[in-house]
T-cell receptor
Framework: KAGVTQTPRYLIKTRGQQVTLSCSPI?????VSWYQQTPGQGLQFLFE???????NKGNFPGRFSGRQFSNSRSEMNVSTLELGDSALYLC????????????FGPGTRLLVL | GQNIDQPTEMTATEGAIVQINCTYQ??????LFWYQQHAGEAPTFLSY????GLEEKGRFSSFLSRSKGYSYLLLKELQMKDSASYLC??????????FGTGTRLKVLA
């Protein structure tokens, strides 16, 4: 079974631009969560989607948004990029329920200049 | 809210045993995950404890005390490849996953 895939793997943007990251979950997994990881803050929860609905979100500004498609693939968007948005963005998929093991993708490393 | 506390860094010698502690405060606690993350890589699942007690899985064991809000990960017969960050993550039934900042373990030859 193929693992979680994320595209692109690396991205360089400038302040003020917007970016869209993509995540394809493991086949059959319907829950997708997104995280931001920085050296100082560790792994921070952004939001979780299930059946095209956002079930919960973390404490990030509205510039961070996401969506999930009917095939469970998910995208997250960051508008008006700031230098502090430079981070590794990880997505993780699981079957459905809270408490299920999450399987992480390799991440997208975003650098904002 | 949730609060998770883990040591920032630990060092141990190859072949030794190390215990990584995690204390947490969360409402509606369901269970607790441990993940391993090597530098530059994604976290990978190690264990999930729901009930009190010790669960052993090869060289790795994980312990949970629900009443004390406490868990630990025990690594035996340490190998150089065990050098990584270990992340503690309690779940609370809200589909909001909170991870600790992780414990960076260095295994020395």
């Amino acid at each position: 079974k193929a693992g979680v895939t994320q595209t692109p793997r690396y991205l360089i943007k400038t302040r003020g631009q917007q970016v869209t990251l993509s995540c394809s979950p493991i086949s059959g997994h319907r829950s997708v969560s997104w995280y931001q990881q920085t050296p100082g803050q560790g792994l921070q929860f952004l939001f979780e989607y299930f059946s095209e609905t956002q079930r919960n979100k973390g404490n990030f500004p509205g510039r961070f948004s996401g969506r999930q498609f009917s095939n469970s693939r998910s995208e997250m968007n960051v508008s008006t990029l700031e230098l502090g948005d430079s981070a590794l963005y990880l997505c993780a998929s699981s079957l459905s329920r809270d408490g299920e093991t999450q399987y992480f993708g390799p991440g997208t490393r975003l650098l904002v200049l | 809210g949730q609060n998770i506390d883990q040591p920032t860094e630990m060092t141990a010698t190859e072949g030794a045993i190390v215990q990584i502690n995690c204390t947490y405060q969360t409402s509606g606690f369901n269970g607790l995950f441990w993940y391993q993350q090597h530098a530059g890589e994604a976290p990978t699942f190690l264990s999930y404890n729901v009930l009190d007690g010790l669960e052993e899985k090869g060289r790795f064991s994980s312990f949970l005390s629900r009443s004390k809000g406490y868990s630990y990960l025990l690594l035996k017969e340490l190998q150089m490849k065990d050098s990584a960050s270990y992340l503690c993550a309690p779940t609370s039934g809200t589909y909001k996953y909170i991870f600790g900042t992780g414990t960076r373990l260095k295994v020395l030859a």
